[in-house]
């Protein structure tokens, strides 16, 4: 089969793989099949970020910040704590010769709770924007922003499910192909793979092409070629001559060189 195509492929090792276009990765891995996922990782970097950018805590919490002490403005009762004690603290502190001024509201048992008006306070400000502070010593109430950024990394591993079992074929197949020896072989079976994939996603189909051929020590030596071609398998009947590349450290495997013409 192909013979005319294949007349022209170098014999002997080590071999240029641009003859065989099929053995990209492009050619396993479409890029119509990698929108959806890139949308998916657009999506959940964009949440943090945009949280980032409007959240005070959390500009606070990620952004270069500086520490100074500030003096307790005034001292209220407040009702925040579900039951316990509470103050309103208003504290002031300079920076860049303005004064600039912040509220912390501080439960019953807080590091701050007992301050009085005139007690110096540890304050931490965003070094671009010091109308951005806080309390040192007060609970970190940032959003988790670190969930956003580890949800992609799951998502990334949902989808290698569906394409490292393919870019391992075709890893083996660039190498056999690139430095393995080549034979006429003739096909005995075909068997379609059992493979995980989702409905409508394209690119998932495989197939087990077992062959025959001539080994170099004598006898007859069967094996098996990966193959995702479904209109190649349809045309692969038995007994028919393809074409192969082999290696003796991998008996059990070898490349259909039919398979990665396109």
């Known amino acids: 089969m192909f013979e005319k195509q294949l007349a022209q492929f170098p014999q002997t090792p080590p071999r240029a793989l641009q003859a065989l276009p099929g053995l990209r990765i492009a050619a396993v891995v479409p890029k119509a099949a990698m929108f959806v996922p890139l949308m998916f990782v657009l999506f959940f970097v964009s949440v943090p970020l945009s949280i980032l950018h409007s959240d005070p805590a959390m500009r606070l919490s ?3 910040s500086r520490n100074v002490s500030g003096v307790v403005v005034s ?3 407040a009702s925040s704590c579900r039951g316990l004690g509470a103050r309103r603290l208003v504290y002031s502190f300079a920076s860049a ?3 600039f001024r912040g509220v912390a509201v501080q439960c019953e048992g807080a590091l701050h709770y007992s301050a009085a008006a005139g007690d110096e306070v540890p304050i931490r400000y965003l070094a671009s924007d010091p109308s951005i ?5 007060l609970p970190d109430n940032a959003p988790p922003v670190a969930l956003f950024l580890v949800m992609p990394l799951f998502f990334l ?6 394409f490292v079992p393919q870019l391992r074929e075709l890893r083996l197949a660039r190498r056999l192909v690139k430095h393995g020896r080549l034979a006429t072989a003739e096909v005995v079976f075909v068997r379609k793979r059992s493979t995980t994939s989702w409905p ?3 690119g998932t189909g495989a197939y087990d092409v077992y062959v025959e051929f001539a080994s170099p020590a004598g006898g007859c030596r069967e094996a098996v070629a990966w193959c995702a071609n479904d209109w190649l398998v349809n045309h692969l009947a038995p007994g028919a001559a393809v074409h192969v590349a082999y290696s003796d450290e991998e008996p ?3 490349a259909l ?3 990665f013409l396109r």
């Open 133 to 137: 502070n806080a309390l040192q010593g």
């Open 97 to 99: 010769g303005r004064e």
């Open 75 to 77: 001292v209220t009762d």
């Open 157 to 162: 591993l949902l989808l290698s499910l569906l």
């Open 62 to 64: 990620w952004g270069p």
């Open 257 to 259: 060189l039919e398979a």
């Open 252 to 254: 059990a495997k070898v």
């Open 200 to 202: 409508g996603w394209p």
